[in-house]
């Protein structure tokens, strides 16, 4: 039986280590809208226990059904794969150039 992962909201600004942006954070943010690159911080969403600390970088989007896009990482120090919903405020274009084509 899979176990339902439990997220915890983490309202915090940060530095992007890929582009250099700064990013602000409402508590759902995980990557850099600029460059769409994120940080292996979590294990669990929001809690910050991941020992990796690796970057992590975006392989490739799919389009969601109701709008927007789903991102696609792999970690560049561990090769964990973790996917999570593009925010509204994520390069668009970027988004676009990593889309998968079928």
Do not use: Q
């Not at 292996?40 to 969601?64: F, I, Q």
């Amino acid at each position: 039986m899979a176990v339902a992962r439990r997220f915890s909201r983490v309202i915090e600004d940060f530095k992007c280590e890929n582009c250099g942006e700064i990013v602000h954070g409402n508590g759902y943010t995980d990557h850099c809208p600029n460059c769409l690159w994120s940080k292996h911080v979590d294990n669990n969403p929001g809690d910050r226990s991941a020992e990796c600390k690796g970057m992590m970088k975006p392989m490739y989007t799919e389009p969601l059904r109701g709008g927007g896009f789903e991102i696609y990482y792999k970690c560049e120090k561990c090769g964990e794969r973790k996917r999570v919903t593009a925010a509204e405020n994520d390069n668009k274009k970027l988004l676009e150039e990593l889309l998968v084509r079928r």
